[in-house]
């Protein structure tokens, strides 16, 4: 699903960013990245959306070398990822229905799928009462479940989610990361940057652990992971 084969990155200003880095991530693993700011998380989430490329190395995503994509070829891989923000990105001149739609209506999707997708999907992450509302009549934790419907609505085979609890309360955050894992039962490969040590430690995940652009530990047992 997604192999990074000693991948560096430096940015145009000579930062490294990730340092020869080799990550096989198989369809319908589970994930956190971990590591303290600046260690290089969002870089590799971003090269995994092919926002940056890389400076060398080999990435491979869904089946496609994305090392040296085009720019023109990028929207065809984002189809397959849904993409969680921490600040929701929600607009909010819309409902909460029309947030999840403008996913669907981006790839042409006809009115009767939307019609019949964008309630189920609603309900699936405990929202279908909220439809009618905007965004800022919303909790932080519903906000975040909205982007994560939009997030899915397409049926993704990768949800990226880059610190998607950093705005919303510990209790919620526990929601939040309960729903990402139940979508994952469904098949859907995950990966969730945090840096909130106590959530980790509550989900039974494998970890990875990022320390100055290089792959400090992998492990699927995050006592060890997060000692240190
Ligand atoms: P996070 O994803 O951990 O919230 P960011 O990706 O916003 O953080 O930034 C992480 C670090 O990278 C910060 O120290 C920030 O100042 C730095 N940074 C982000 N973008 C740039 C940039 N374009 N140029 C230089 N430094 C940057
Ligand atoms: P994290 O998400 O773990 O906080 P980042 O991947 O954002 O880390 O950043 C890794 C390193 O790369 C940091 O030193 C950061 O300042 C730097 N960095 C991030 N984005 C840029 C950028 N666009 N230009 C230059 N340096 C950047």
């Known amino acids: 699903m997604i192999d990074f084969n000693n991948v560096s990155k430096t940015y145009p200003n000579g930062t490294h960013a990730l340092y020869d880095v080799s990550i096989h991530i198989d369809k319908g693993e589970f994930a956190f990245i971990v590591g ?49 923000f921490q600040d929701f ?28 997708r964008v309630p189920y999907i609603l309900e699936l992450v405990g929202l279908k009462n909220k439809m009618k509302n905007k965004p800022s009549e919303l909790s932080g934790g519903e906000q975040q479940r909205v982007s994560l419907a939009r997030a899915l609505v397409n049926n993704p085979e990768i949800i990226i989610a880059d610190e998607p609890t950093g705005n919303v309360d510990p209790e919620m955050s526990h929601d939040i990361i309960q729903l990402l894992s139940e979508i994952n039962d469904m098949g859907t490969t995950v990966l969730v940057v945090t840096h909130e040590h106590e ?26 992971a997060l000692a240190y």
């Open 89 to 116: 990105r929600l607009i909010d001149k819309m409902n909460v229905f029309d947030n999840v739609a403008f996913a669907m209506r981006a790839i042409g999707a006809s009115a009767s799928s939307i019609k019949k």
């Open 199 to 224: 959530l980790v430690r509550q989900f039974n995940k494998r970890v990875i652990v990022i320390d100055h652009g290089r792959v400090k530990s992998d492990t699927k047992n995050p006592e060890a």
């Open 36 to 84: 303290a700011s600046g260690a290089g998380k969002s870089t590799f989430l971003k090269l995994i959306m092919h926002e940056e490329s890389p400076s060398s190395g080999e990435i491979i995503v869904n089946n496609l070398n994305i090392t040296k994509m085009r720019r023109r070829k990028v929207p065809y891989l984002r189809r397959h990822m849904g993409i969680v």
